[in-house]
């Protein structure tokens, strides 16, 4: 099975529902941003099939799948796809799981995968190199608690400013009840 297909197949679920997260191909968006993200891609049958308009010297829209880990921009051999793949790259894609429940709308809970890392393969083609959960999202009262799952920290932030308060080793909220959540970030916040 594909790194991809087996990380959509994890039925991640939200920390605060418990149900089952919605799966999109995004590009990155900085806490502190209010940009609005560029892509927005839905995930069917384990397909991302979208339309990039570039804004490059090749100023047109293009075909682009991802799929079994094999990224294609579907384009004639006489195009320049380094241009369009370092474009694409540049935007930061990732895979973005997030909990579209109305009653966690204000916890705004995400999981997002390591930005896309690919080899080229073909003409056309990249392949993924490696895929992986990256950072576990939330917000909790007036902070914000960022999980890096590669470099196992885990980072609390100023819900109003997004400054950075805290950083430990890891926190496993997985387990914890919302009570127990709080109640954990509560103590930190007081001994920090
Ligand atoms: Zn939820």
Redesign the pocket.
Known sequence: MSMLNNFLKQKNK??????N?NIILSNFINLSSIKKPLLRVKCKKNEFNFKLAFNTPIDKIIDVSLAKDILTFHVDKDCNIDILFSAFNNIYPHIEFY?S?K??KN?A?YIYSNIFDFEKIDFNKFKLKYFEKYIEYFSIDEYCVQNDFKDKKTLIYDRSNYNLLFKSEFIDFSKMTEDRMKNKIKSIMILS
């Open positions: 939200c920390l605060f529902c418990k149900k997260m909990c429940n009653k966690c916890n809970y």
